[in-house]
């Protein structure tokens, strides 16, 4: 019986620890500017395959993913914040979704690189 409860929980301890493999963190540098930037953002990329957790830094135009990477890959997040019209990590956002992004987005240049390319 003791070997049964030790073999048991030698199982669960592998299951935990390769469950905590899975989970990884990027940071993306993007041209967010406003409370909309975040809104949009954190709400669309949380649908993103494997993603667990966005937050999105104003003060330093940063996105924070908390995803599973055996379900995606920096470059599909990184594509995805793209495909919203942000620019990601010197990528700039896609023409025509930038162009649908809410008024202050566009007028405020959101998705665009600022001025002599890259952060």
Do not use: W
């Not at 048991?8 to 406003?34: M, N, P, R």
């Not at 954190?42 to 940063?62: A, M, R, W």
């Amino acid at each position: 019986m003791r070997t049964l409860i030790t073999i048991c929980l030698f199982v669960v301890g592998l299951t935990v620890v390769a469950q905590e493999k899975k989970t990884a963190h990027i940071d993306i540098l993007s041209s967010t500017v406003c409370d909309m930037c975040v809104e949009t953002i954190q709400s669309n990329l949380i649908y993103e395959k494997g993603v667990k957790k966005v937050d999105v830094d104003l003060t330093t135009s940063t996105v924070h993913v908390e995803y599973d990477s055996k379900k995606n890959t920096p470059e599909g997040l990184r594509g995805a914040l793209v495909k919203l019209g942000y620019s990601a990590d010197g990528v700039p956002g896609d023409a025509k979704a930038f162009a649908k992004l809410p008024a202050c987005c566009q007028k405020e240049g959101c998705g665009k690189l600022p001025e002599g390319g890259a952060h």
